[in-house]
């Protein structure tokens, strides 16, 4: 099935989605990686507040290349989620509704998908030159230090994803060479 969704997603939307649904996602996503995940933990252990907002939020796994003139952002392809998933259920309990990556996820990443109704979407690995297309902003909005693993702000029209993992635990890599 194709399916439509606009930014910020709720549990009304993440609980309609089922592993295996092709969705084109519209608004805004938020771009994050392994050092600004590392970054945002410490803050939390801190008792300092996030520089985005995680409610109802989706954030994408990837580090893009140097954009080339005339165009938004460079190659945007997906990071292997795994490298989060330490991180993840931490920032799942605080709100966060949907990742978006490659690659499979731990059990307590999994668990915590259920707990809060989220869902974890995938990217095409190899295809960043076409998934850039598919973004019409981009800004850096905290730790600019990092570079390509700063974490930015996106601006989306009709991006691309599959959810892998749904709301209710279905996941559509167990399911891959089965039947």
Same mark, same amino acid.
């Given at each position: 099935?194709?399916?439509?969704?606009?930014? +910020?997603?709720?549990?009304?939307?993440?609980?309609?989605?089922?592993?295996g649904d092709m969705c084109y996602i519209n608004g805004t996503i938020y771009v994050a990686r392994d050092a600004?995940?590392?970054?945002?933990?410490?803050a939390l252990d801190a008792g300092s507040e996030l520089p985005l907002e995680l409610k109802d939020n989706i954030i994408y796994y990837m580090g893009p290349s140097p954009a080339r003139e005339g165009h938004v952002i460079g190659s945007a392809g +997906?990071?292997?989620?795994?490298?989060?998933?330490?991180?993840?259920?931490r920032l799942l309990d605080l709100g966060l509704k949907g990742m978006i990556g490659k690659g499979k996820r731990s059990?307590?990443?999994?668990?915590?998908?259920?707990?809060?109704?989220?869902?974890?979407?995938?990217a095409i690995g190899g295809a960043g030159a076409l998934l850039s297309k598919a973004i019409t902003a981009s800004e850096?909005?905290?730790?600019?230090?990092?570079?390509?693993?700063?974490?930015?702000?996106?601006?989306?029209?009709?991006? +691309?994803?599959?959810v892998v993992i749904d709301t209710f635990g279905n996941n559509l890599y167990a399911n891959v060479g089965k039947g």
């Open positions: 099935m194709e399916i439509s969704i606009t930014t +910020p997603i709720n549990e009304e939307v993440t609980c309609n989605l089922h592993a600004a995940h590392k970054r945002m933990d410490e +997906p990071t292997t989620a795994s490298r989060m998933d330490k991180y993840t259920p059990p307590e990443v999994i668990d915590a998908i259920i707990r809060n109704k989220a869902v974890y979407f995938a850096v909005i905290a730790y600019d230090d990092l570079g390509a693993e700063a974490i930015r702000k996106l601006t989306v029209k009709d991006f +691309p994803v599959i």
